[in-house]
């Protein structure tokens, strides 16, 4: 029979325990950090629809003489639009100083499902036809 010798190599318990709390540590700091970053990232979708939505609406002023509430009329396949990483709907209003005729008040808001619901940093974001941006959610100034 072979006897264990104190020159024995390998981790004991407690040096195995003390790495795992390590890490279970550094993941509890990362892991909200990286959500924030992925978060911030996706409101790009939003406001490349809305840029998208509104050279639309412009082509369409040009070609019609009037803007459309339809999405449909834009070449989307629903109405309200849908972002194209699908994070986002757009959808168009007549804007508060006059008709769907004269102007339009664009707003994307987090799709249905979409992680971005949780997002209370930009709720919604708008865009009029004058080129007013505007966000809502408790870091709106930071949104665009």
Request: hydrophobic share 40%; glycine share 10%; with cysteine.
């Amino acid at each position: 029979m072979r006897s264990l010798s104190r020159d024995a190599r390998g981790f004991t318990l407690m040096e195995v325990m003390i790495v795992v709390a390590i890490i279970g540590i550094l993941a509890a700091i990362a892991l909200p950090s990286y959500q924030d970053s992925v978060r911030k990232g996706r409101r790009s979708d939003a406001i490349s629809t809305l840029l998208d939505v509104a050279n639309r609406q412009e082509q369409h002023m040009l070609d019609r003489s009037t803007y459309t509430t339809d999405m449909n009329d834009l070449g989307f396949g629903a109405d309200p639009a849908v972002s194209e990483e699908g994070h986002y709907t757009v959808d168009a209003a007549a804007c508060g100083a006059g008709t769907i005729a004269t102007c339009y008040l664009l707003t994307a808001t987090p799709a249905a499902g979409s992680p971005q619901t949780a997002d209370g940093g930009c709720t919604t974001f708008t865009l009029d036809s004058f080129g007013r941006r505007a966000a809502t959610g408790s870091q709106a100034a930071d949104c665009w």
